[in-house]
């Protein structure tokens, strides 16, 4: 089992940054690849980005591509989410997951282990 925490969620205005973690403690082998989802109310959930934590290819969605960066520490038992120059569509629940192997990072249905969300809200 991996267990997954979100936090540093918040309200911030149109053009801020803002630093996510994701502590993950439990099994560590069995997730060679962690990820960032989110969900916008009404929505479904998107991918963000993603990292193979032995291979250090790192994916993000075009949507945030050059405003977001995946990090993390040495044992990659925290993986940090750093958005800069964040939207208001950028609003939603930011969600932490953990995989063994996805055939495609951004496929949902691969990630086994999720955390329980942490919320953003940037106002216009």
């Known amino acids: 089992q991996v267990r997954l925490v979100e936090s540093g969620g918040g309200l911030v205005q149109d053009g801020d940054s803002l630093r996510l973690s994701c502590t993950a403690s439990?099994?560590?082998?069995?997730?060679?690849?962690m990820a960032w989802f989110r969900q916008a109310p009404g929505k479904e959930r998107e991918y963000v980005g993603a990292?193979?934590?032995?291979?250090?290819?790192?994916n993000y969605a075009d949507s945030v591509k050059g405003r977001f960066t995946i990090s993390g520490d040495n044992a990659w038992n925290t993986m940090y989410l750093q958005m800069d120059s964040l939207k208001p569509e950028d609003t939603a629940t930011y969600y932490c997951a953990a995989a063994l192997n996805p055939p495609n990072f951004t496929w949902i249905k691969a990630y086994g282990y999720w955390g329980q969300g942490t919320q953003v809200t940037v106002s216009s």
């Open positions: 439990g099994r560590t082998f069995t997730r060679n690849v």
């Open positions: 990292i193979n934590i032995r291979g250090g290819n790192i």
